[in-house]
């Protein structure tokens, strides 16, 4: 009998138990909503943009939402207006003035505006000199400092030098094939230093080539570009820092050392 009673206990005991631990549950509790919680005031949205997390929501202006259509309408009215204040215009010839200026910028953009620096040209061709250096046609020149040499090259590939004084060429450089002094495709450009003492070329080869001005002798090579090298100049005063271009798109800045 006594182990059937310390059995009806511990069922009563864990019946208490399971209904304590049921008691015991945490109750949720919800919060009635309150127009606080769905309205936000115009200091607290001030606030929001305001906020460095939320630096990334800007003011857009009008201006990036506008569709083409409106841009150059607003454009083309604003252009009216600044022809009409530079030059006098009537209603017959505004659109040719609006048509013109709008060309005008167009080439200016694209760098092809050829500006009219006189009427005409007069040539002495009493003091003119015509000479046929190459067999094909010439792509660069470079003239001396003092005028008195011209240094030519050409789609044969040659670079000649041409003494104006004396009417004769006085020096050559040809490309080839298997020296390593000579560059190993045609030469596109040339430059001349300003002090007379060196000669530079570049071709197709990728190469930037110094020569001797005086005798045409290689000096060094001064550089390559990922592709051919098409334009050359040198710093007219100073140091003597060479800028070249190629078809790379990139432009090169090299300092020759006397």
Known sequence: MAFFKRGNKREKSSKKSK?????????ILTKPKSKEDNEI???????????????????HSDDEY???????????????????????VTDEDEDDA???????????????????????????ENSTLIYRPHRYSPVSIAISK?????????????????????EKKVGSIKFSK?????????ILCVAISPDNQYLVT?????????WKFDTLQFVQDLGTHRGA??????????????????????????????
């Open 19 to 27: 209904s304590e631990v049921k008691a015991k549950k945490p109750r």
């Open 41 to 59: 005031s115009s200091e607290e949205d001030e606030g929001m943009f305001n906020d460095a997390r939320n630096a990334r929501y800007k003011e």
């Open 66 to 88: 506008e569709d083409v259509q409106h841009k150059a309408y607003r454009e083309a009215k604003a252009l009216l207006e600044k022809v009409k204040d530079t030059e006098e």
């Open 98 to 124: 609006i048509k013109h200026r709008l060309i005008k910028d167009a080439q200016v953009k694209l760098g092809v505006l050829h500006r009219k620096l006189a009427d005409k040209l007069n040539i002495d």
């Open 146 to 166: 003092d005028s008195r040499f011209i240094v030519s090259c050409s789609k044969d590939g040659s670079v000649v030098k041409y003494d104006l004084q004396e």
């Open 178 to 186: 298997t020296s390593e002094n000579h560059h190993h495709g045609i």
């Open 202 to 210: 570049g071709g197709a080869d990728k190469q930037i080539k110094v």
């Open 229 to 258: 090298v098409t334009s050359l100049i040198f710093r007219q005063s100073g140091a003597l820092e060479l800028y070249s271009g190629s078809t790379d798109r990139s432009i090169k800045v090299s300092l020759l050392k006397n």
